[in-house]
């Protein structure tokens, strides 16, 4: 699923998930049973495929880390602790599958200047990146202004505005708390905003 329609489902609303269905598959898949794990898989296995596409910008590492996600998953059911929160889990442990990967391209994480950000509060035009998600044209100029992110807030955005989890299950996901989440986000916000600046009438700062 891309992007753009991910976050139109988030925005509009989606079908509320079945979950007490999600505990009987999660409580089967505990005791072993292949099936109920397979369904976990193709029922979680998109939104985790889709976060690690959109960190790792490469599809083939992204079936990679995919796969290596729920080898991880399986082998940990006994630790989940809360039942409804199967796909925030899932994400984590996804998050911790490309946070190594990383490390293994020695990539560095750039951090950015809060005097900067303070500033594109002041300057940039009021439209928020959710408004701009619901615009088919930019969606091609998103993905481009997503990679200007670095690495951690650009994964906490999307866990909020792809996934459309609450801060605190981000927070869990991340290893932050909650008002870190809300701070990061909020930058994250503001640099889609300078990226995108001229295309909303704004010009650039």
């Known amino acids: ?15 509320p ?7 009987r598959l999660l409580r089967r898949a ?10 976990l898989f193709e ?28 080898v991880r998953a399986h082998a940990r059911l006994g630790a989940l602790r809360d039942e409804d929160r199967v796909g925030a889990w899932l994400l984590g442990i996804a998050r911790h599958v490309y946070l190594e990967s990383r490390r293994t391209r020695g990539v560095h ?31 091609g100029l998103l993905a481009q202004a997503l990679g200007t992110l670095n ?12 996934h459309g989890l609450p801060y605190e299950e981000i927070a869990s996901v991340m290893g932050w708390s909650p008002q870190k989440v ?3 986000i909020h930058r994250a916000r503001l640099r889609l905003r300078e990226q995108l600046a001229a295309h909303l009438g ?3 700062p």
Request: aromatic residues 4%; without cysteine; glycine residues 4%.
């Open 30 to 39: 505990r005791t072993g049973d292949p099936a109920a794990f397979r369904t």
């Open 109 to 139: 994480v750039d951090v950015e200047d809060e005097e900067h950000a303070a500033h594109l509060e002041a300057v940039l035009p009021t439209p928020s990146p959710e408004d701009l998600l619901l615009d088919r044209e930019l969606e």
């Open 1 to 15: 699923m891309a992007l753009l329609s991910a976050v139109k489902m988030v925005l509009v609303g989606a079908p």
């Open 43 to 70: 029922r979680h296995s998109p939104a985790v495929w889709r976060f690690l596409r959109d960190l790792l910008r490469d599809e083939a590492a992204a079936d990679e880390a995919t796969q290596e996600t729920f």
């Open 182 to 184: 809300k701070n990061e």
């Open 151 to 162: 690495e951690e807030r650009r994964a906490a955005l999307l866990l909020r505005i792809d």
């Open 17 to 23: 998930s079945d979950t007490e269905g999600e505990r």
């Open 202 to 204: 704004g010009g650039h």
